[in-house]
C-alpha cells in the first residue's frame, strides 16, 4: 500500500472515531424532567348519594374527609342496600324531614323512629358542618354516641342543632324533593302519637353511592413533562456524528481500496 492509500485510510479511520464521539445514543433519549417527575397532587371529590324517593331524586354530597366516620357508616348500610324499600316516618315543614328505621317497613306506624342497624357510632362534630338549609344529618337519641341509620335532611336552616347532631353532606340537586315531602300533611293533633308521621305513606326507594376517589387526572400547567437529554461530550450533534459514521466508510474505503490497487499494479510493472 503506497503512502497515499495509508494517508487516506488513517483519515477514514480518524473520521469515524469522531463520528463515533459525536454521536451518542443518549442524544436520541428522553427522559424524565423534575416538572414530569413531580406526581400531580390529585384532589378528593367527594362521595355522592342518589336518595331516590316516590316524590322524586335527592343528590347529597358527602363530607367524605371532615366526617369519615359517619360518611362511612352511612355508605355501608346504603351498599348493602339498607335503606331499600323504607317510609319516610318523620316530617316536619320548615324542620326536617326524616327516615332510615327499618320498623317502617312494617304496618305498624307506632314504632317507627324506634329502630336503626346492629351497631351506633360515636358522634362527630365538625365546625366545617352546619346545619344549613339542606343539610343532611343523623338523628338520635338523648345519648350522643346513638346514631345508628336514621337520618334526616334539612328543610330551611336549623343551627340551632349545631354541635348537638352530625352534618355529614349537603344537597345539591333535588331540594324541590325535600320542599315537597316536607309539605305533606301529617295527622297532627288528630292523632297525637303520630303527629308528625305523614298521613300518607311517603316511599325511600333506596340510597345509591357514587364513592369518593383522588382526581389524579389534572395536567401540570405549561410546557412539555418530557426533556431530551444531550448525549456525549459534544450533545447536540448527534444526528450529524451518525450520518458521518455511515457517510465516510461509504465513501472513502471505496477510494482506498482504488488506491490500493493502483498502487499494487504499478509494483508488478
Known amino acids: 500500500m503506497d503512502r497515499r492509500a495509508r494517508k487516506l485510510l488513517t483519515i477514514t479511520v480518524f473520521l469515524i472515531v469522531v463520528a463515533v464521539i459525536l454521536w451518542d445514543p443518549g442524544d436520541s433519549c428522553s427522559a424524565p424532567s423534575a416538572r414530569a417527575q413531580e406526581a400531580p397532587q390529585g384532589e378528593w371529590v367527594n362521595s355522592i348519594a342518589h ?5 322524586g331524586t335527592i343528590v347529597v354530597e358527602l363530607a367524605d374527609k371532615d366526617a369519615p366516620i359517619t360518611v362511612g357508616n352511612f355508605i355501608g348500610l346504603a351498599d348493602q342496600a339498607f335503606y331499600d324499600n323504607m317510609r319516610w316516618h318523620r316530617v316536619v315543614d320548615d324542620f326536617v324531614i326524616q327516615t332510615g328505621d327499618p320498623n317502617s317497613r312494617d304496618q305498624n306506624p307506632y314504632n317507627d323512629g324506634t329502630g ?13 358542618l352546619t346545619h344549613e338549609d339542606g343539610a343532611i344529618g343523623m338523628a338520635r337519641s338523648s345519648e350522643p354516641d346513638s346514631a345508628s341509620s336514621q337520618f334526616y335532611i334539612c328543610d330551611g336552616a336549623q343551627n340551632g342543632l349545631d354541635g348537638n347532631y352530625a352534618v355529614f353532606g349537603y344537597v345539591i340537586e333535588g331540594m324541590d324533593v325535600v320542599r315537597s315531602i316536607a309539605s305533606v300533611e301529617v295527622y297532627g293533633n288528630m292523632r297525637p302519637a303520630l303527629s308528625q ?13 357514587t364513592h369518593g376517589y383522588y382526581n389524579e387526572t389534572d ?11 444531550s448525549g456525549g461530550a459534544l450533545g447536540g450533534v448527534g444526528l450529524l456524528g451518525l450520518a458521518m459514521m455511515v457517510a465516510a466508510p461509504l465513501v472513502l474505503i471505496p477510494v482506498a481500496f482504488v488506491l490500493f490497487k493502483r498502487s499494487q499494479s504499478k509494483g508488478k510493472s
Not at 336503626?116 to 366545617?128: A, C, D, R, V, Y
Not at 308521621?197 to 353511592?209: A, C, F, K, M
Not at 395536567?219 to 437529554?229: F, I, K, M, N, R
Open 116 to 128: 336503626g342497624s346492629s351497631q351506633t357510632i360515636p358522634l362527630e362534630i365538625h365546625e366545617n
Open 197 to 209: 308521621h305523614p298521613v300518607e305513606d311517603v316511599w325511600l326507594y333506596g340510597v345509591r353511592i
Open 219 to 229: 395536567q401540570l400547567p405549561d410546557g412539555p413533562t418530557e426533556t431530551t437529554v
Open 51 to 55: 336518595i331516590s324517593t316516590d316524590h
